[in-house]
């Protein structure tokens, strides 16, 4: 069966970095495209960033383009999310999307 499971996230100071990573199994990595999506506290689920199978081509929400940055080893099996500049709205539940199945998320916190 598909499971996915984020790692990494943490609290952290306002302007701070982090990186998750989503380690994937069950289908072919390689072949599908991935997704980070998050929730913060009382809101509805938001997408972040999409990467294609390949890695070619990767998109961003307007709200972390520029301080986002999604890589995938398809070696390893594994999607990564390097979060630079970190703002307190960046507060939330972080999931790894793929193979039409959302993993178990990583809690990220943003504050002084």
């Known amino acids: 069966d598909v499971q996915l499971q984020a790692f990494g996230g943490g609290l952290v100071q306002p302007g701070g970095s982090l990186t998750l990573a989503c380690v994937a199994s069950?289908?072919?990595?390689?072949?599908?495209?991935l997704s980070w999506v998050r929730q913060a506290p009382g809101k509805e689920i938001e997408w972040v960033s999409f990467?294609?199978?390949?890695?070619?081509?990767?998109t961003y929400a307007p709200s972390v383009k520029g301080r986002f940055t999604i890589s995938r080893d398809d070696a390893k099996n594994t999607l990564y999310l390097q979060m630079n500049n970190l703002k307190p709205e960046d507060t939330a539940v972080y999931y790894c999307?793929?193979?039409?199945?959302r993993g178990q998320g990583t809690q990220v916190t943003v504050s002084s």
């Open positions: 999307q793929g193979a039409a199945v």
């Open positions: 069950g289908f072919t990595f390689s072949d599908y495209g």
């Open positions: 990467i294609k199978s390949g890695g070619d081509i990767t």
